[in-house]
């Protein structure tokens, strides 16, 4: 390739050319970067699940700004999270009916 400025040959990937210093090509900036809210959500699936969740679920629908960087973390975080709230669900429900079982007395008083 040749510099349209000043007529020397330069290198096909050249930006600048390296004798007059005139921009003869371009930079590709890469739309990349950290998804932070689905790696905040992972995290926040084992210790909050609905925040968790809430996050991951942001983190999932942000991930093509990010070249897809962040989805598969984000999706483990929505599953783990709605697995974690499945299961306080029922250790509840279960405890509550032990309680409750507990205060009746079966015995027949005569």
């Known amino acids: ?3 349209k ?6 290198d096909d990937k050249a930006i600048v050319c390296p004798y007059c210093g005139v ?4 930079v590709q900036q ?7 809210v689905a790696i905040v959500g992972f995290i926040f699936a084992f210790l909050m699940p609905l925040v968790g969740l809430i996050c991951s679920i942001i983190g999932k629908n942000k991930a ?3 070249g897809g960087n962040g989805r598969g973390l984000a999706t483990a975080g929505i599953v783990i999270s709605i697995i974690e709230m499945v299961l306080v669900i029922v ?6 009916c032990a309680i409750i079982n507990e205060g009746i007395n079966y015995e027949i008083i005569y």
């Open 1 to 3: 390739m040749y510099c």
């Open 5 to 10: 400025n000043c007529g020397k040959e330069i």
């Open 23 to 26: 921009q003869v090509g371009s």
């Open 30 to 36: 890469q739309q990349s970067g950290t998804n932070v």
């Open 64 to 66: 093509d700004e990010y």
């Open 91 to 96: 250790i509840y429900a279960a405890v509550a």
